[in-house]
């Protein structure tokens, strides 16, 4: 398995801009014509409360960024149960192009606050804030936005209502797509997939017969999917997996690698037994060239990410998403390591 690396945030601080972090970047500079949205900036408090977390005595440059980024995502909120998503260069909220997914996320970066962070004003404010998101959450109807949300909530007892919910509204999209040619929820497999066997790894869910199939078979499929000689090869955006088809190899992601990393350490956390050493390091691997092309994909001098390996030459831009998909890898890898 490839050395722990320095953590890196030269990149982050690169990417940030005067009202939080831009979501793309054409090469190694932030691209101002696309602005920020909401999604990077809360997927960043995460990295960075775990960063502070596991080096506090480097903790001084992240808590500035994290003060940032959650300002921004503060912002966002411009109504009960409601966000905007996108924001450009200028400090212009975009009324548009608001997703389930982006929901999710912040239920998630929410409570990860209220379970790791020591500022006790910013989680009185996420407590607040989680909690006018539960009517939003409570509606979600995406097969991805329901998985991220029971995981954000499954440490919370309060909130299993809705974490059974949407884990029972996943279990009945297993029922009706899945068949033992094809273990999945839903008739293509696309980005992120990780995330839903990932929602049936949590207690008490375990308990029951039914989740515990649909855990195993969806993850052993999963795995058996994109873990090929022990090297990950998540599904490419360029085409996806439908069912009776072909996986797409290419464009391949680093979300991908680094929520299959996630899932896998927990996964194998509680059931040794399903995943391997090696196939647990294989998307770890991956972003430093133990992938079908070869290619280093992140860059460990600044914490950057390239944003895809295609079938010619990576994406040579390094974005937000990719960088912290790397960022993310590179902390559960260390925190894996501690006794």
Known sequence: MQEPQNISLIHFEKLMGPYGLYQHATKREPNLAEGYCVDDNARAITVLLNYIQQFPAQSEQAIVLLNACFTFIRDAHHA??????FRDASGTWLKHDVSEDMYARLARTYAYILSHDTNSDRKIIAQALLSDLLPRLESLTAPRALAETIIALAEYPEY???ATLHRNNLLALWETQSSSAWPWFQESMTYANALLPHSMLTNPALA???VRECLHTSAAFLIQTTIQNNIFIPIGNIGWYAKGGVAAQYDQQAIEAGTMYDFLL???AQFPEKVTVEQLQAPYNWFFGKNTKNVVMADTETGAC???LNLDIPNQNYGAESMLA????????RKSLKP
């Open 160 to 162: 299993e209502r809705i």
């Open 266 to 268: 927990e996964y194998r």
């Open 326 to 333: 790397y960022l993310w890898a590179e902390l559960l890898m």
């Open 208 to 210: 029951s017969d039914k």
């Open 80 to 85: 009960p149960g409601t966000y905007y998503n």
């Open 306 to 308: 390239l944003d895809g």
